[in-house]
Every structure is written in structure tokens, then in C-alpha cells.
Nanobody, 123 residues
């Protein structure tokens, strides 16, 4: 019903920057919070940053001051600007979004995940 497609991952040296993008598609009636999570192999998925429909943001302590989350509501897109990257930021980054989608003749809540994009930071 709702697909999230991430892009922008890659390989970067420590201290470098990357910008991730995630676009939600579908018959979306309302898009609430959008956010980013990350997961390293063998570890649990962890919260990185989120932004509400009103623009309020929240960050994990480990990325505060280095990462910035923004959104383009007209395009159902969320961005994550990552500066001063560290090797410990290496992970697969996943986009998440929730809201209301039209499914056939009815409306339903959704909470969707993207397939992830790899970010690798070399030392």
C-alpha cells in the first residue's frame, strides 16, 4: 500500500558527509512522522532521527549536532544530512513512516519501512 524508497548511501571517509533521501508512494491521505533507523549486523535496529508533520525533530544522542533531518511534505520525502561521519555510523539505514492510506474504498493506518541503504564510513 505504501512504499518507501531510500537512496543516497555509500562509502565515505571518516569526517565526510552523506545525504540520505526517502520518498513515500501510494495513495497517502496523511503522512505523520517520518524517521530514520539504522542497524549493524548482529545488533538491534536503533533510532537515529525523526520529524513530525509539524516539523518537530528528535535525534539519538549519538548523532546530535552531526545529523539533520528535514522533510519535503509536498513530495512525501524525508532527508537525513549526515556530517562528521564516524566509522561507528556504519550501518544499513532504514526509513520509516506512518500515517493514513487509502486502500480500496476504505482508509487504514500504516507504518511502513524501506528496504534500507548501506552507509559505510572508513577510518
Amino acid at each position: 500500500q505504501v512504499q518507501l524508497v531510500e537512496s543516497g548511501g555509500g562509502l565515505v571517509q571518516a569526517g565526510g558527509s552523506l545525504r540520505l533521501s526517502c520518498t513515500a508512494s501510494g495513495i497517502i491521505i496523511k503522512l505523520n512522522a517520518m524517521g530514520w533507523y539504522r542497524q549493524d549486523p548482529g545488533k538491534q535496529r536503533e533510532f537515529v532521527a525523526s520529524i513530525t508533520s509539524g516539523g518537530s525533530t528528535n535525534y539519538a544522542d549519538s548523532v546530535k549536532g552531526r545529523f539533520t533531518i528535514t522533510r519535503d511534505s509536498a513530495r512525501n520525502t524525508v532527508f537525513l544530512r549526515m556530517n562528521s561521519l564516524k566509522p561507528e555510523d556504519t550501518a544499513v539505514y532504514y526509513c520509516n513512516a506512518d500515517g493514513i492510506v487509502q486502500a480500496g474504498m476504505r482508509l487504514s493506518d500504516f507504518n511502513s519501512w524501506g528496504h534500507g541503504t548501506q552507509v559505510t564510513v572508513s577510518s
